[in-house]
């Protein structure tokens, strides 16, 4: 018996071998439909570069009636960033799998939102961190979270009273929480 189910399995196995490296229906690739350059126009080209000093010589988009061809584009290689630490987590599992607003705001003032929590696994202390840029430095490192309630995956927003709200998943028998006040206000 061995051996009879040995073989209908290696049968059926070259079968579907077979049938998996068949073209499609209609006896073409399907990528023969896709538009494809000729071997020649596939040559690496330098991108031109331009040091610019700060944002007042930016590229702008096309005007009306202009075409994408008549702008320079530039490529800017001396950026230099600066880094600041503004919260702490043990928490990894920053997105999951979700594309939220971690960050609100402007020049004048950005409030930034995280999942955090300062313990390891199971995580009971997990909520929105927060920090908030008053337009010349980040306020001090929160070790509370913003809420009351276990959460996770905040996303902040600036409202146009001059609030901020945060919104996150508390659970499954809840789906939303939301917190606010106004912009700044404390961590």
Known sequence: MKHFTLVLFLVGAVALTGIAQSLPSGGQSLLEDVPQLTPALRVAAPMPTHAIADFSDRPQQPLQGQSDTDIEHVQNRDLV???????????????????????????????????????????????????????????????????????????????????????????????????????????
């Open 81 to 187: 960033i600066q880094r600041q630490v503004i919260g702490y987590t043990q928490y990894d599992l920053q997105s999951n799998a979700a594309i939220d607003d971690r960050m609100a705001g402007g020049a004048e003032a950005v409030s930034a939102a995280w999942t955090m929590s300062l313990e390891l696994t199971p995580f009971d202390d997990r909520g929105t961190g927060y920090n908030f840029y008053d337009g010349t430095a980040w306020a001090e490192i929160a070790y509370e979270r913003v809420e009351s309630v276990r959460i996770g995956w905040p996303s902040v927003v600036h409202t146009a009273s001059g609030r901020e709200v945060i919104v996150s998943h508390p659970g499954i028998d809840t789906p939303l929480h939301m917190a606010w006040r106004d912009a700044g206000a404390g961590a």
